[in-house]
């Protein structure tokens, strides 16, 4: 059965444009509510790690050295069926093959700066929710 909690961030490209009201305000008129969020920055190496899925593939260096320029934004949220529903909400990651309406076609600036993360699974949401929180089930 699908699960009910995602996680996201906000990307630097979009964080520095100040978009990070207007991406939350979505967030949450799509019905996800925020059960965990902060503002914070990652160490190229933090970066890495994040992304160590993708260690092989040519993007991978700048991808890091992107993720590390500025503040992130992430959040953990939940809503039935999140992981999927979330991907629909964000768009394709390619801005430019993004269906109106989604976050990636109204803020994101290239395939790279992307504006916003989404967990892929049920799985990886859980992992990449406790890199960056703890002791979120109380919320
Ligand atoms: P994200 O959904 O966070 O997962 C991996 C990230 O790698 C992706 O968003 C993009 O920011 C980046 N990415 C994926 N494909 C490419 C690509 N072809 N060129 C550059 N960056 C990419």
Do not use: W
């Not at 009201?21 to 190496?45: D, H, N, Y």
């Not at 992130?72 to 390619?94: H, Q, S």
């Amino acid at each position: 059965m699908a699960g009910n909690k995602t996680f996201t961030m906000i990307k630097p490209d979009a964080v520095s444009a100040g978009n990070t009201g207007a991406i939350t305000k979505m967030i949450e008129e799509a019905g996800f509510r925020i059960v965990a969020i902060k503002k914070t920055q990652l160490s190229p190496e933090k970066a890495g790690e994040f992304y160590a899925v993708h260690k092989a593939r040519p993007f991978y260096k700048d991808l890091c050295s992107y993720m590390s320029s500025g503040a992130i934004i992430p959040m953990i949220l939940e809503k039935d069926n999140a992981v999927e529903d979330f991907r629909k909400l964000i768009g394709a990651t390619d801005p430019t093959k993004a269906a109106d309406g989604t976050i990636r076609k109204l803020f994101a600036k290239s395939i790279e700066a992307n504006a916003i993360h989404g967990s892929d699974s049920d799985e990886n949401a859980a992992i990449e929710g406790s890199f960056f929180f703890s002791n979120t089930e109380r919320f």
